[in-house]
């Protein structure tokens, strides 16, 4: 049974979820102690957080920057406006996908569905893809060069997998989004192009920016160094 923690302080909130995630066979936790929240994700050891914005003490933006600092679980915002600078802060904190209240309990799940699914998506029988001195590692989601990493969250970890994969080929939007949310039905591009972003300024840490372009409307493609236009 996969655990969901969740960091709500709306109790209707947090009975709607444990009623509606229960009916998924999944099982749910919430916080006891508002100023210590992360330790209480670590020590639940859960598969996936959902995050409110607005908490008592500190925001959902402050505990997920520092659930980031020593680990990559799947984070589920709760938006109060579909995509506004909330949901895009979230995204690039590190949030994993968002949901805008009010919202219906089987859209969450859809949404849960498709991060355990990349999750799997990563889990296969390659455990590490090259491309010139770069390394993914397919289980931990890390990108080295030499004695550099960068730790990337499952989705980033997805998109990079895809991009390895397909060195040199144009990896389309719409490609990406079907790997990603299968087929996309409750997020747009600008989710995708948030998570994008985020990948880009990881990449830009060990000089693999720049090979990573961009074609307008259409997706992106990595290139070798001596292949950049």
């Known amino acids: 049974m996969q655990k ?3 960091v709500e302080d709306d109790q ?3 009975r709607a979820l444990q009623v509606g995630l229960k009916k998924w066979n999944y099982q749910t936790q919430t916080v006891t102690d ?23 003490m500190f925001d959902g933006f402050y505990w997920t ?14 938006s109060a406006a579909e995509l506004d600078p909330n949901a895009v802060r979230a995204l690039a904190l590190g949030a994993d996908d968002y949901i805008v209240k009010p919202f219906s309990v089987n859209v969450l799940v859809s949404k849960i569905q498709a991060i355990f699914r990349r999750m799997k998506l990563n889990q296969t029988e390659i455990n590490e893809l090259s491309f010139e001195n770069y390394h993914l590692n397919i289980l931990t989601n890390s990108l080295t060069i030499g004695s550099e990493y960068v730790k990337l969250t499952p ?13 040199g080929k144009l990896v389309g939007k719409k490609q990406l989004m079907n790997e990603l949310w299968q087929g996309g039905s409750f997020v747009d591009e600008g989710v995708l192009n948030v998570n994008i972003s985020r990948l880009r300024k990881k990449l830009s840490s060990l ?7 961009t074609e307008r409307k259409k ?4 290139v070798k160094k001596n292949d950049k236009k």
């Open 207 to 213: 000089k693999l920016a720049e090979q990573l372009i």
């Open 4 to 6: 969901i923690f969740i």
């Open 12 to 14: 209707a909130i947090i």
């Open 65 to 78: 920057g520092k659930l980031r600092e020593s680990s990559q679980l799947p984070v589920i915002f709760l």
């Open 219 to 222: 997706g992106y493609r990595l």
């Open 155 to 167: 989705t980033e970890g997805v998109i990079l997998k895809l991009l390895f994969l397909n060195a």
């Open 34 to 56: 508002w100023g210590n929240i992360t330790t209480e994700i670590l020590t639940a050891q859960p598969d996936l957080v959902i995050m409110d914005i607005t908490l008592p």
